[in-house]
């Protein structure tokens, strides 16, 4: 756990929201799981991906890997961000009933933060409790 950084935090915090919010309320007294046939799945597995990432990156000494999932993450997110958008714009029934509700909010805030952990975690390139590498002092060039 010492060698996660704020982009992985904020980007497992986001999926674990995102799969939390999949039991919320989201129309009427319909949960995601109720109300979706499909897209409840895609968003299920698109939440895996940023605790994936935190999984990869507190427990793999080399890089690839966590490298390739926080490149990975922000699509995700940003995947996720866009099924819950289109659907609170076109919710799945026709009446008033499904309107959209506080679970679907917080599923599309859960996303964002996936997006903007996973983007937080390409920036940041240290890894904390590693040692810092020495660079080597060279001297000017002559004019």
């Given at each position: 756990?010492?060698?996660?950084?704020?982009?992985?935090?904020?980007?497992?915090?986001?999926?674990?929201?995102?799969?939390?919010?999949?039991?919320?309320?989201?129309?009427?007294?319909?949960?995601?799981?109720?109300?979706?046939?499909?897209?409840?799945?895609?968003?299920?597995?698109?939440?895996?991906?940023?605790?994936?990432?935190?999984?990869?990156?507190?427990?793999?000494?080399?890089?690839?890997?966590?490298?390739?999932?926080?490149?990975?993450?922000?699509?995700?997110?940003?995947?996720?961000?866009?099924?819950?958008a289109f659907r609170i714009v076109d919710p799945?029934?026709?009446?008033?009933?499904?309107?959209?509700?506080?679970?679907?909010?917080?599923?599309?805030?859960?996303?964002?933060?996936?997006?903007?952990?996973?983007?937080?975690?390409?920036?940041?390139?240290?890894?904390?409790?590693?040692?810092?590498?020495?660079?080597?002092?060279?001297?000017?060039?002559?004019?």
């Amino acid at each position: 756990m010492r060698r996660l950084r704020d982009g992985e935090w904020l980007a497992g915090a986001g999926g674990a929201a995102l799969l939390a919010a999949l039991f919320l309320d989201w129309y009427g007294d319909q949960t995601a799981w109720q109300a979706f046939a499909l897209i409840d799945v895609l968003l299920a597995l698109l939440a895996l991906v940023p605790l994936a990432l935190v999984a990869a990156q507190a427990t793999r000494r080399s890089p690839a890997v966590p490298v390739a999932l926080s490149v990975v993450t922000p699509l995700a997110g940003a995947l996720a961000a866009a099924l819950i958008a289109f659907r609170i714009v076109d919710p799945p029934g026709a009446d008033d009933a499904f309107a959209a509700h506080g679970g679907a909010w917080l599923g599309l805030a859960a996303a964002l933060l996936v997006v903007a952990g996973g983007c937080r975690s390409i920036r940041v390139e240290r890894i904390p409790g590693a040692p810092a590498v020495p660079v080597e002092a060279l001297p000017a060039p002559p004019p």
